[in-house]
């Protein structure tokens, strides 16, 4: 079999995530790069030895290439993804799909009228506690799922503090489009994609004046970069979700609080309840009865790399014509219910559908 060529949009810390998984893949070549930082762009190129260099993305979506991986700015995810389905590239996106729905659909639609495969980087998603508790969901073990609770909280950690990340017109949003996208996505994929009927939202800006930088990207990959200063994005956001099937979310993402930290998931069942949290150990733990009484198990699992299981899953999905693990349906849903929660906290008023 020929090799499937790959193209990468975007320089950043996340590429060399992408880059060293498409590496792992036999019959796959990192064909060429581009970034507009030109001093990043050619650190990158060096490093993984990627000969073809591009300025200007345009220029890539041009090239001979089977898969264009974008790891750009969130506000620029809809124009490149658009541009490469419609030049016959299959596209492997970074998180968020894009900064509101209107975008996210155009991609979409772009997708379902080339025949590409289109795939948002909800690396989240190919952990084995996460496809252990799909399984639990899928099989009926819990039964009827009615609440859901899901965290990623940081006490101190702004990403890219004054660049890209904290620019709302760059970014769409803080840590709730940042990291509350990721374990939304996976509530949502758990869930079975239930439809948002009601939305509340709320966002607080606290510690813009003892901001401390997060460490992401890596401090070694920010070659040539020269922030801004701006941080004009939440620094925490929350939200309640109501779904039309009865069930309810509550949504919880912060880069900087003083609170607990990690990542929690909790679904609550009417068989069974099943929560995931960092700050467990072991830390996933199922909570049921058996014979009349009530039990906690816990249970452990390997250590998985999920960008390259991520990476490895769409190129099998681009080899043998599958689809992709992200539907549009739950595309679609996750950023609704963000950019729904960020209407929300503006208007002061819960949103209804």
């Not at 609550?268 to 058996?290: A, C, D, M, N």
Request: glycine share 10%; charged share 20%; proline share 5%.
């Amino acid at each position: 079999m020929k090799k499937l060529k790959v193209g990468i949009i975007g320089a950043g810390g996340i590429s060399h995530c992408h880059i060293d998984a498409f590496r792992q893949l036999p019959d796959i070549e990192i064909a060429a790069i581009c970034d507009t930082n030109q001093e990043k762009l050619a650190f990158v190129a060096e490093k993984f030895g990627i000969l073809k260099r591009f300025v200007n993305w345009e220029d890539i979506v041009k090239e001979p290439v089977d898969i264009i991986s974008i790891c750009s700015p969130n506000a620029f995810h809809a124009q490149q993804a658009v541009a490469a389905l419609k030049s016959g590239k299959h596209v492997i996106c970074e998180k968020p799909v894009a900064t509101n729905v209107e975008e996210a659909e155009m991609i979409l639609e772009t997708a379902k009228q080339t025949g590409n495969k289109f795939m948002v980087a909800f690396c989240h998603r190919f952990a084995p506690h996460s496809q252990f508790m799909k399984k639990m969901v899928d099989n009926g073990q819990l039964g009827e799922i009615y609440y859901a609770k899901a965290s990623y909280l940081r006490r101190r950690g702004i990403p890219g503090l004054g660049t890209w990340f904290t620019t709302k017109k760059l970014a769409g949003g803080g840590p709730l489009i940042d990291v509350g996208v990721h374990i939304l996505d996976l509530v949502i994929y758990l869930m079975g994609c239930p439809e948002p009927e009601l939305i509340l939202g709320v966002t607080y800006n606290k510690f813009k004046s003892q901001a401390v930088d997060g460490g992401w990207p890596p401090l070694w990959s920010r070659v040539g970069d020269k922030p801004i200063g701006t941080f004009d994005v939440e620094d925490l956001g929350a939200g309640f979700i109501k779904f039309n099937n009865g069930a309810t979310l509550f949504l919880e993402a912060s880069w900087a609080g003083n609170s607990e930290t990690g990542l929690k998931i909790a679904l609550f069942g009417t068989k069974s309840g099943v929560q995931y949290s960092t700050s467990l150990h072991p830390p996933l733990r199922i909570y049921g009865e058996l014979n009349g009484v009530v039990t906690d198990t816990t249970v452990e699992f390997p250590s998985v790399n999920v960008y390259n299981a991520e990476i490895e899953h769409f190129v099998n999905c681009v080899k043998n014509n599958t689809q992709p693990i992200t539907t549009p349906q739950e595309i679609i849903t996750v950023i609704k219910i963000i950019q729904n929660i960020y209407r929300s906290a503006e208007t002061g008023k819960p949103v209804e559908f």
